[in-house]
């Protein structure tokens, strides 16, 4: 419990991890071979339940001890409000890409695409486009879709579901965790 407890107070707030892929991506001093790949992330629910992909959908599922680290592509988009942290969220393997799209039911879709090649394009890609949201604690965040404000990324508090869109309030979870992977720093 002591140990749980020091990993947890160790863990960078979600504003440590955003600023730090904003500062990466950012306009500064960082070389063109550096912003080859995408940041890859562990991303968990506060059930516990981490994103992977299997079959062409993200899941969200507990890992067992046969479980390999589950990593989630992202890089921030710099074309819209940096305030307000937009990001593309994509698979690790940079084939599918996150997708909202809109409607009176906003649908979350996982298309074909590179999130690299997407973030090159500089255009707003608002339906492709996730704003992280400090929530809950300063260790666990949300994801409101920049097309369907109001809507956000959402887990069902059954395992093996796929992710979704929830305007929260709901038996949905809104909430996650997010960690940088550090040995796989570009």
């Known amino acids: 419990m002591e140990e749980a ?3 947890l107070h160790a863990r960078k707030t979600v504003d440590q991890e955003m600023a730090d892929l904003f500062r990466h991506f950012g306009k500064g001093d960082v070389t063109i071979v550096s912003l080859e790949k995408p940041w890859l992330y562990k991303i968990w629910d506060t059930s516990q339940k981490f994103l992977f992909l299997q079959n062409g959908s993200l899941l969200a599922a507990p890992l067992n001890s046969n479980s390999e680290d589950q990593l989630i592509a992202v890089t921030p988009n710099q074309v819209l409000d940096e305030s307000k942290r937009p990001i593309f969220i994509g698979t690790n393997d940079q084939k599918y890409i996150l997708n909202v799209q ?10 074909a695409g590179d999130i690299m090649e997407l973030y090159k394009k500089k255009e707003q890609s608002t339906e492709f486009t996730f704003y992280n949201q400090t929530k809950g604690s300063e260790v666990t ?3 409101e879709s920049a097309a369907s ?8 508090s059954e395992p093996n579901k796929p992710l979704g869109l929830s305007q929260g309030g709901g038996s949905e979870i809104t ?7 550090p040995d796989v720093t570009p």
């Open 102 to 111: 809109s409607g009176d039911q906003p649908k979350l879709q996982l298309v």
């Open 5 to 7: 407890a020091k990993m």
């Open 175 to 181: 909430l996650f965790y997010i960690e940088k992977k």
């Open 141 to 143: 965040c949300a994801f």
């Open 149 to 156: 404000p109001g809507w956000f990324l959402s887990t069902a």
